[in-house]
């Protein structure tokens, strides 16, 4: 276990089992009943929407890590999508950057080692750094403050119920695969779930349109998918 950094894998296997339960008995049918028959511009515009309500995290995460351009870029596309009621991505039309950074990254940037493999029931995969960037975005990311506010239940839920949705819809066919392909699901997860995080430190998938953050900045495809920490088996 330790040579895995997973030195929790007995019961993290053991979550991975429940929330894989959880996503073949809910999440797996509801997605792809989703992705199969609501319209194409209604997922587009929940997309846009869900990426709209993550700018904040990704502006402040930038002007941590000293990178003012993309703060900068990441601003420009907050202003020019709250135009379009953040359903709209007018500022990828437009052609604004887009850029995707959290608090694990500016951990990272200043040094934090990556910690142990946790697997969160119904949240999915972390390691330490993750987790710990997670709650300290919580605290200052003024939608989650909103949301937390007595009296906006409704769109807290709505909110958390949209993102996973459009990520499972997003990644049915990529986690299918995985499951029919993999010889051990749990080990081929981690190791997918750590690819990503890599990438994202590494800028990897920075620059990308929203539907596009699997690809390196030179177009490349890349065995990524977009905040692993939501997932679970197909």
């Known amino acids: 276990y330790e040579e895995n950094d997973d030195p929790l894998e007995p019961l993290n296997r053991s979550v991975f089992e429940f929330n894989t339960a959880v996503d073949e008995a809910v999440l797996a049918t509801v997605a792809k009943g989703y992705r199969d028959y609501v319209p194409s511009v209604l997922k587009d515009r929940v997309t846009a929407l869900v990426n709209y309500l993550q700018l904040p995290v990704v502006f402040i995460s930038k002007i941590l890590q000293g990178e003012l351009d993309a703060a900068g870029d990441t601003m420009g596309r907050f202003l020019i999508n ?15 950057p887009n850029h995707d950074a959290d608090f694990g990254t500016v951990l990272a940037h200043y040094g934090a080692e990556e910690g142990p493999y946790l697997m969160v029931p119904f949240l999915g995969p972390y390691n330490t750094r993750h987790l710990v960037g997670d709650i300290g975005a919580y605290f200052v990311n003024p939608v989650s403050r909103w949301e937390a506010k007595d009296g906006n239940e409704f769109w807290a839920f709505t909110h958390m119920g949209l993102y996973v949705l459009d990520w499972r819809a997003e990644n049915y066919e990529r986690l299918k695969q995985i499951k029919e392909t993999s010889l051990d699901f749990y080990a081929t997860a981690r190791s997918a779930y750590r690819q990503s995080r890599r990438n994202l430190i590494n800028g990897v998938i920075e620059n990308t349109n929203p539907r596009d953050s699997n690809k390196q900045g030179n177009g490349a495809e890349v065995e990524d998918f977009e905040d692993f920490e939501d997932f679970e088996a197909s």
Do not use: F, Q, R
Request: hydrophobic share 45%.
């Open 82 to 96: 709250t135009i379009g009621l953040g359903i709209n991505d007018i500022a990828s039309e437009a052609g604004v």
